[in-house]
């Protein structure tokens, strides 16, 4: 087998692949559109399409296609041959810059929130060439973004783009105020973890819970869940290791830098996580990522679940979003540094991300709010539903000092000072980590640990970038007229914390008293996704979004759209799975077992004449029947609130009667289905268990 060095990256039209086969002007122009922002002109994208196609063809693709991300969640594609006909019936292969640049695609079949109408199809993709053309299954795939005819955004690739170039923009008027001249670029990375659990196949084929919505709806607990703790970090058994073994060769060809791998805490859960990278890259990696998880796993007879809660009672999966700011000389901006200088930097920046997680914190609550996250958040496995920041008690202590003009530990002699007196060295990792917390500091980035499995890392980090540019465009404008700039930074600095520390929290976020310690402070508590998504249409975030560019208030108007209709799609799928399970497998087969209990009752007392109703045939019977009718109760209740409903025009009032409404009758239902399972013989229970589902992968 080859050599992981050899064959990293092998498909991918990488910056080593394009230096050896492109002229050195043109690499040197593709160089400077990828590090420093600049567009590539027709003549030069000319030149690298010719280049890409023969490469690509050399390496067995026949096809290409423009990779996006609509707003449907997972990515699209439509392939078109190389293939160009010429005289004599003969064909030649041909790509041209103009096909490299830019594609059409039917605009009105994506969800598009109201921006399209069906009878206005026109779309198109746009090359991103920051991110690198790749080969999958024989196909050149060309990561781009996707647009309305009117030039909206119809994807989560635009707005993320636009969300680097506002960050990239205010950080370097901050960072010129320090006098760093040579710094031509500022760029944020992202390393997604990503959780997902693994099933076998013949299982996972036998629920329709699982093959329609990708989460069970019914079951029961087995004797044996995560209480012992012996999955996590556990040897890997040799099944999943064979699949872990072929994601990571078929990621690293991708130039996936794929790095960790192991055990989660649930059983049948695991986790990969990745080197940082670019953050639109690490968008495109992740979605290849989940694609790759869920196509390999077939072909080891597993079925690989994204859902955010596929199983109740064991712990659901998420995706830590990694997030730095580093610069084109290799700075890490949230690294604290060793000097004076550094530090006064450091903690400007640190602070504007303290002010923008405060100022936005329903923002970041609404970039991960999903129906399926609904199920994790706050659920003693995941953070609360409140956003609030960790940063340890160092450097906490430190921003105190800050802010009272106090002298810093025991040593210091001095009051502190940014900028005019001796600040103390941050050391990296002096405080433990905090699991429960939402947004937290680990050293040299902050870990958002909101984010559902199934999610796009995308609408998260436009939140981010978008909310720290604004911190940064108000620092920039206070500062750059400042008489004194140290003075000036001092007092921005103190205010800063004076006016945010409330988002900070170094406790136990699972506390019942951080909720309501939260609600003191005047945070906000969006527990459920209509809940959050009522807030992305206030004014201030509308104003930051058209300040830096991001999304026009037509956009974000479609964007609610098309995320509340999801959400009550989501909840409505649910529901008729419930009621068509129940209906035509789960109840039958309850009833054939009640039915060989009665006559078993029947058989016993009939031979030993003998009163049956302390018997367990008796007993359970009785049981079962009650429960029966409760979950028949249950299944006319959900018809009709289903269809009420539906009934409701408007999608955010739709989705709060899903909310408050039809989600309580499927609890319901659920209770009872729950409690038949656990009183029905196996050999009459119609769908595999959750005995089955997490423990039969061996």
Not at 37 to 60: C, Y
Not at 116 to 128: I, P, S
Not at 460 to 466: A, F, I, K, Q, Y
Request: proline share 4%; hydrophobic share 40%.
């Amino acid at each position: 087998m080859a050599r992981v060095t050899e064959y990293f990256g092998e498909n991918v039209f990488n910056e080593s692949i394009m230096k050896a086969r492109l002229p050195k002007e043109t690499y040197n122009l593709v160089q400077r559109a990828i590090h420093n922002n600049k567009r590539l002109d027709s003549a030069t994208a000319a030149v690298v399409a010719n280049a890409m196609k023969d490469w690509a063809i050399e390496k067995g693709a026949t096809h290409y296609t423009h990779w996006f991300q609509p707003m449907t969640g997972i990515t699209a594609e439509k392939h078109d041959s190389f293939i160009s006909p010429v005289q004599n019936g003969k064909i030649i292969m041909d790509f041209s810059g103009k096909e490299l640049i830019q594609g059409e695609t039917d605009a009105s079949s994506f969800p598009s929130g109201g921006l399209r109408a069906t009878f206005e199809a026109r779309g198109y993709t746009a090359w991103d060439p920051t991110s690198f053309a790749f080969i999958k299954e024989g196909v050149l795939c060309i990561p781009t973004a996707f647009c309305s005819y009117g030039g909206e955004a119809l994807d989560k690739k635009t707005p993320l783009l636009r969300s680097m170039e506002a960050i990239n923009k205010q950080a370097l008027r901050v960072l010129k105020l320090f006098g760093n001249e040579e710094v031509t670029a500022v760029k944020t990375t992202v390393g997604p973890e990503q959780e997902y659990f693994l099933i076998d196949k013949k299982y996972y084929l036998e629920r329709k819970d699982l093959i329609y919505t990708g989460r069970t709806l019914f079951g029961a607990m087995p004797p044996k869940g995560q209480e012992l703790d012996d999955h996590y970090f556990g040897t890997i058994k040799s099944r999943v290791k064979a699949f872990m073994t072929e994601v990571d060769e078929e990621l690293w060809k991708l130039g996936v830098l794929s790095k960790t791998e192991h055990n989660e805490a649930a059983p049948a859960q695991h986790e990969l996580a990745p080197f940082f990278a670019t953050t639109n890259i690490a968008v495109d990696h992740n979605q290849i990522t989940m694609e790759l998880l869920q196509r390999i796993a077939k072909k080891h007879d597993l079925i690989c679940l994204l859902h955010e809660k596929p199983f109740d009672g064991v712990n659901g999966s998420g995706k830590h979003n990694n997030w730095s700011i580093s610069t084109n000389t290799g700075v890490n901006l949230l690294n604290p540094g060793e000097t004076p200088y550094e530090n006064a930097q450091f903690l400007l920046f640190l602070c504007a991300v303290i002010k923008a997680v405060d100022e936005y914190q329903d923002l970041l609550r609404i970039s991960v709010a999903t129906a399926g996250n609904d199920h994790r958040l706050g659920a003693l496995e995941a953070p609360p539903a409140v956003v609030s920041m960790f940063l340890g008690d160092e450097l906490s202590e430190i921003l105190e000092a800050i802010e009272a003009d106090a002298p810093y530990g025991a040593k210091e002699k001095e009051n502190l000072k940014v900028g005019v007196h001796v600040l103390p060295k941050f050391p990296k990792d002096t405080t433990d980590r905090n699991r429960t917390a939402p947004f937290a500091f680990t050293g040299n980035k902050f870990e958002f640990r909101m984010l559902g499995s199934s999610d796009s890392v995308a609408e998260p980090n436009v939140v981010l970038n978008t909310a720290v540019a604004e911190s940064l465009r108000c620092f920039a404008d206070e500062l750059e007229g400042a008489e004194n700039f140290e003075t000036a930074l001092h007092d921005l600095i103190q205010n800063t914390i004076k006016r945010h520390k409330r988002i900070i929290f170094n406790g136990n976020c699972y506390d019942e008293s951080w909720t309501l310690e939260a609600e003191k402070r005047g945070l906000l508590n969006l527990a459920t996704t209509p809940d959050a998504l009522g807030r992305l249409l206030c004014k201030k975030n509308i104003e930051l979004y058209a300040t830096h560019k991001i999304y026009t208030e037509t956009e974000l108007r479609s964007r609610l759209e098309i995320l509340t209709e999801n959400y009550c799609k989501i909840i409505n799928i649910e529901a008729n799975t419930m009621v068509d399970m129940a209906v035509k497998d789960i109840l039958p087969a309850v009833g054939q077992y009640i039915s060989l209990l009665a006559e078993a009752i029947d058989d016993v007392s009939d031979v030993f004449e003998v009163d049956m109703k302390k018997s367990f045939e008796y007993e359970t019977g009785k049981k079962l029947i009650a429960l029966k009718g409760e979950a028949y109760s249950a299944i006319k209740r959900l018809k009709r609130e289903t269809a009420k409903a539906a009934a409701i025009a408007d999608y955010t009032e739709r989705s709060v009667y899903y909310k408050d409404k039809v989600l309580p009758v499927m609890e319901k239902l659920r209770a009872a289905v729950d409690g038949m399972e656990a009183l029905t013989a196996a050999e009459y229970w119609p769908i595999p268990t959750y005995g089955d589902l997490l423990f039969g992968v061996i």
